[in-house]
């Protein structure tokens, strides 16, 4: 069954340091999604992506996080200048045809 | 726009008893409804979804939900739990927005303790 793959499961971080959250979505999927969950609250959503640029982003969404495809299979979510309120699972998500959607496994960042 | 309301943010049951785990909805277009399992450290596992076909949707591992519009509601039922039932479940609800995507709008999650 195709997966979303997320790397790196689980990174740690500075405060004030960039980084940046990989995601190589389901291949012949068109939209994809980045979700955060802060440890022990729900997942909430920060941006989609369709046509190589931001179909909708959250209020969470500032200006410190950004979102590409460079390469037209992976799909990645920058945060600038991490805060330690930045701490949460990402999870990406891709989907293909209606509502076929595919999370994937998480990256952990911790931001100490 | 889109909410979910999860009542309950523990549930105990004992091993073998029915599972209910509730959702309410509110949504200003025709909803698309989820149901999601999250064990610890893990993913999110998608049991069962509601996209206006059948009321009554079976999922995995034994669960399923039922629609029901007048009572804006979309609850988890099972008929016995099992001990590897434990876990967070979470409810979503989906629309489609004028961008053609589908963010998912989710509910702050029901712990499920299943007591041997």
């Known amino acids: 069954e195709p997966e979303v793959t997320q790397t790196p499961s689980h990174q740690v971080t500075q405060m004030g340091q960039e980084v940046i959250l990989r995601c190589v979505p389901i291949s012949n999927h068109l939209y994809f999604y980045w979700y955060r969950q802060i440890l022990g609250q729900k997942v909430e959503f920060l941006v989609s992506?369709?046509?190589?640029?931001?179909?909708?982003k959250s209020e969470i969404f500032d200006d410190q996080f950004s979102v590409e495809r460079p390469d037209g299979s992976n799909f990645t979510l920058k945060i600038r200048s991490t805060k330690l309120e930045d701490s949460a699972m990402y999870f990406c998500?891709?989907?293909?045809?209606?509502?076929?959607?595919?999370f994937g496994s998480g990256t952990r960042l911790t931001v100490v | 726009a889109q909410s979910v309301t999860q009542l309950g943010s523990h549930v105990s049951v004992s091993e073998g008893a029915l599972v209910l785990l509730r959702c309410n909805y509110s949504s200003s277009v025709p909803p698309y409804l989820f149901w999601y399992v999250q064990y610890p450290n893990q993913g999110l596992q998608l049991l069962l979804k509601?996209?206006?076909?059948?009321?009554l949707v079976k999922g995995i591992n034994g669960f399923e939900a039922e629609f029901k519009k007048s009572e804006t509601s979309f609850h988890l039922t099972k008929p016995s739990a099992h001990m590897s039932d434990a876990a967070e479940y979470f409810c979503a609800v989906s629309g489609r927005a004028s961008s053609g995507t589908y963010k998912y709008i989710f509910g702050t999650g029901t712990r499920l303790k299943v007591l041997a």
């Open positions: 509601y996209t206006s076909a059948a009321t």
């Open positions: 992506f369709y046509n190589n640029e931001i179909s909708e």
């Open positions: 998500a891709s989907e293909g045809v209606l509502l076929s959607y595919t």
